[in-house]
Every structure is written in structure tokens, then in C-alpha cells.
């Protein structure tokens, strides 16, 4: 398995709404990251998971809260969102060899109405 | 910090024919690794070519080649032959000595037919 799985793919909440964003990989991979994108910008760091513990909080508002149940799983909490935080939210992995790269989910589109 | 500038926000190209897709970075570290990706419509981003900052040959992955300029922190990436489906964002990528990835402003390449 070679895949990082994000559900769902589509997500609609509104402001006073509490949802999660769900991200599985089985590659063995020990970090994870979720990543924000806007329409027509690059991807944006938000957190770094490494062997299961939070090691970079890119200065997300606490709206967003991550959790990294395992190895294999990690969820983003979201919460009193605003109308700007609609975006593409794509969940990564890595090996920790930076040769590697990291394996990119399909992501999921989040409307905040 | 480092930064990754892309200053092509959109390229076009005959199919079959050659591109190339410009990338220059600012970075201290003397170990470093680069990376393009391609989002398509389909919002995955697909790692395309990988170069090691300590390697002088340049990385060649099928059609595609990369142009590494390490003194002048320039890393393009030539697409040969385009097909139909190399339309997409490129975004170039660094990767820094914490294993964290950061993504150039991303250029939109269309192939016309």
C-alpha cells in the first residue's frame, strides 16, 4: 500500500459546526503533516506529527485542533470555523529520509458556510 | 528561512513539444534536497523528480529533467515531448534538515493540443 487515504472528500460544515477531517497511511511512514491550500496558492505547513507526537504548530488558530491516534492515523478537529477557512486540506507522510519526498493524499475540500 | 520563488505563474506548450519551468530558492544549509510536484485537476500532488542538493548530475525521470544550478539556487524542470496529461500545477519544493517541506508559489502549465 502505497496510498495516504483522506476522508471525506468533500466536507460542508457551518460556523458553530464540530467535524473531522480523517488521514490513514500503511507505508510504516512515522510523520505526518497536514497542510492547508487556497485556491491557486501552494500548499501551507499547519502541523508536523513525528512517531506520534506534535513537533511543529505552524501558528494554526486553536480552531483547528490536530490528533495523532497512531503510527498510521491522524485526524484534524475542526471547530467554530470562519468562512475564510475554507480550503483544500491535504494530509502527507514520510518516511523521515528526506530523499523520499512525502506521499500527498487527494486531500479534502472544506466550505465553511 | 527558506524560500522557494517560481516566477512563471502560468506556462503554455505545443503537445509533443519542450518546456521548461523555472525555480530559484534562498537557503544557509549546505544539505538540502528539491523536488517538483504536479497537482492536477484531481488535487493530488504527485512527486515528478527528486535532485540532491550534494549531487552535481542533474536527476532525469523519463520526459523529464531538471536543470539543478546550485550556486545560483536555480532548479528548473524541462518537460520533454508534452503529452495531454502533463497539464497541471507545478510547484517546485524544498525540503530543509528538519524534514520539513515548503512549496514555490507553483506555476500552471497548459498543453495545448
Known amino acids: 500500500d502505497t496510498e495516504v487515504t483522506q476522508t471525506p472528500k468533500h466536507l460542508v460544515m457551518g460556523m458553530t459546526n464540530k467535524k473531522s477531517l480523517k488521514c490513514e497511511q500503511h507505508?510504516?511512514?512515522?510523520?505526518m503533516y497536514w497542510y492547508k491550500q487556497k485556491a491557486k496558492k501552494p500548499p501551507e505547513l499547519m502541523f508536523v506529527?513525528?512517531?506520534?507526537?506534535?513537533?511543529i504548530n505552524e501558528s494554526v488558530p486553536s480552531r483547528f485542533s490536530p490528533e495523532c491516534p497512531n503510527s498510521s492515523l491522524l485526524n484534524l478537529h475542526l471547530h467554530a470555523l470562519q468562512p475564510e477557512d475554507s480550503a483544500l486540506y491535504l494530509c502527507?507522510?514520510?518516511?523521515?529520509?528526506?530523499?523520499?519526498?512525502?506521499?500527498f493524499g487527494s486531500g479534502t475540500r472544506l466550505t465553511v458556510v | 528561512a527558506q524560500t522557494v520563488t517560481q516566477s512563471q505563474p502560468e506556462m503554455s506548450v505545443q503537445e509533443a513539444e519542450t518546456v521548461t519551468l523555472s525555480c530559484t530558492y534562498d537557503?544557509?544549509?549546505?544539505?538540502?534536497?528539491l523536488f517538483w510536484y504536479k497537482q492536477p485537476p484531481s488535487r493530488q500532488m504527485i512527486l515528478v523528480i527528486r535532485?540532491?542538493?550534494?549531487?552535481?548530475q542533474n536527476a532525469t525521470e523519463n520526459r523529464f529533467s531538471v536543470n539543478f544550478q546550485k550556486a545560483a539556487k536555480s532548479f528548473s524542470l524541462k518537460i520533454s515531448d508534452s503529452q495531454l496529461g502533463d497539464a497541471a500545477m507545478y510547484f517546485c519544493?524544498?525540503?530543509?534538515?528538519?524534514?520539513?517541506?515548503?512549496f514555490g508559489t507553483g506555476t500552471r502549465l497548459t498543453v495545448i493540443p
Open positions: 502527507a507522510s514520510s518516511s523521515g529520509g528526506r530523499i523520499g519526498g512525502y506521499t
Open positions: 507505508m510504516g511512514h512515522r510523520a
Open positions: 506529527y513525528s512517531y506520534e507526537k506534535l513537533s
Open positions: 537557503t544557509s544549509e549546505s544539505d538540502y534536497y
Open positions: 535532485q540532491e542538493a550534494y549531487k552535481q
Open positions: 519544493a524544498y525540503i530543509n534538515g528538519a524534514n520539513n517541506l515548503f
